[in-house]
């Protein structure tokens, strides 16, 4: 398959939310990343992959750790929650990176989303007709038992990412 498009989400994928500082709003100041994501992030936008985050959070947070660790640049567009006004799984919020990275519906199936919990980021992702892919590193968000939350591939770190990814476009 020619992946045309990558989708994350942020926590729990990119950065780590027990080691989020907030500050009085919410807004995370600072946060870790999820260990080897920042290199695999670095090396699939070299490969020149279209990069989208999906994330239910605020703007401020977004911006706060992706400067912090080197990442916003790659990102060639932001759909978060507050500023599309609603949360995942609601289609709209994929949707909105999608017509931002100018995906044509009938090439939804070659985006990848890689997202931590199944009942927003997998069950968005299969209801719209992406791949999705369950970033299963912690058991923070238990497995719930829908079929329609059951992900197209299921990762648990950041290296099984990158050979998942080169297997999908027949590198491997």
Do not use: C
């Not at 942020?10 to 907030?22: R, S």
Request: no cysteine.
């Amino acid at each position: 398959m020619n992946i045309v498009a990558l989708l994350f989400d942020l926590g729990d994928v990119i950065m780590q939310e027990k080691t989020e500082v907030k500050d009085e709003e919410w807004n995370t100041l600072y946060a870790d990343l999820v260990d080897g994501m920042g290199d695999a992030l670095r090396a699939l936008k070299a490969r020149g992959y279209k990069f989208g985050l999906v994330a239910d959070t605020r703007p401020k947070t977004v911006w706060n750790v992706l400067h912090q660790h080197g990442l916003y640049d790659l990102f060639d567009t932001l759909a978060i929650s507050e500023e599309v006004g609603v949360e995942k799984p609601d289609p709209r919020i994929f949707r909105a990176a999608l017509d931002a990275l100018h995906i044509a519906p009938q090439d939804y199936s070659r985006v990848l989303i890689v997202g931590n919990r199944l009942d927003r980021d997998v069950r968005g992702a299969n209801q719209v007709g992406l791949v999705s892919v369950w970033f299963h590193w912690n058991d923070r968000y238990l497995p719930d038992p829908d079929v329609e939350d059951k992900p197209t591939y299921e990762v648990s770190n950041a290296q099984e990412l990158l050979e998942l990814i080169a297997r999908i476009e027949g590198d491997t």
